[in-house]
């Protein structure tokens, strides 16, 4: 109970699940992983992001002893999710099943969309997570190769941004939706972006505040949330420039990324914060 969430992505856009989470659960100490010296994942083999996520969610549980996984990020959970769970002895959250959720919780007109990185729209993760709901909705596809670069720049909003988002935005556009799930823990920095070439029609749907609930619902499940009315630890760690992950971290998630310390963590020594 007393043992910090741990939470991984490819870079800054998992900090959309830890805002959340943090809001949501501010009694809880929270690990997160940003691995941006091997960002982006969405441009990658499969098999390699796998790896990834089995090396991050590793260290999370051996070096930080964290009580329960969250991969926030869209790609590492098409990749890697069920090799994780099958491997892991805490509880491991994803963001996809969430998201498929709300999406078809949101739709009106059974026609609805999502975005993502080409790794995670060309595994067929959403469409097997909608199928598996028994929904009877239409659902259209797009990748949108950049979108995660101009995150991971600080650049959120622009006439580059714009041009780029209605070229990759055209295929959803046409199949007419009126829900858009962004598929990706990065998009929802470039929501006004995506809102504005959508159109006022199209409700955007991030996956972020679902997780977090069922981060809320899986550890009161299995005993694991505190109780204590103590305010929770927030610590970052990125394996590239962790001064500026911290910059630009400190932006995207706010005041609780003050500092950030490197990873993977010195092995052979003690992990602050979890003797």
Known sequence: ?????????????????????????????????????????????LDDVREYARELARSL????HAKAIVVACN?????????????????VIDVIAPGAHALVRTTTTGRVGVIGTVG????????RAIAAGGAPVTLSSAACPGFVEFVER??????????LAE???????????????????????????????????????SSADET???????LAELGLLRSDGRRGTHRFASSGDID??????????????DETEPWPPARGCSVPGTD
């Open 1 to 45: 109970m007393d043992r910090p969430i741990g939470m991984f992505d490819s870079g800054f856009g998992g900090l959309t699940v830890a805002r959340a989470t943090i809001d949501l659960l501010p009694a809880e100490d929270l690990i997160y992983i940003g691995d941006t010296g091997r960002y982006p994942y969405g441009s990658k083999p």
């Open 167 to 205: 070229r990759l935005l055209a295929p959803v556009r046409e199949a007419d939706v009126d829900a858009l799930l962004l598929g990706c823990t990065h998009y929802p920095f470039l929501a006004r972006t995506i809102s504005d070439v959508m159109g006022q029609g199209v409700t955007l749907v």
């Open 212 to 218: 977090a609930f069922a981060v809320q619902h899986q």
């Open 154 to 163: 600080g650049q959120t909003v622009g006439d580059e941004v714009t041009v």
């Open 75 to 91: 790609t590492a959970t098409a990749a890697g999710l069920d090799a994780l769970r099958a491997e892991l002895d805490v509880p």
């Open 244 to 257: 500026a992950f911290r910059e630009l971290g400190r932006q995207l998630l706010g005041p609780e990324l």
């Open 61 to 64: 549980v051996d070096d930080y």
């Open 120 to 127: 995670t729209v060309s595994s067929g993760a959403y469409v």
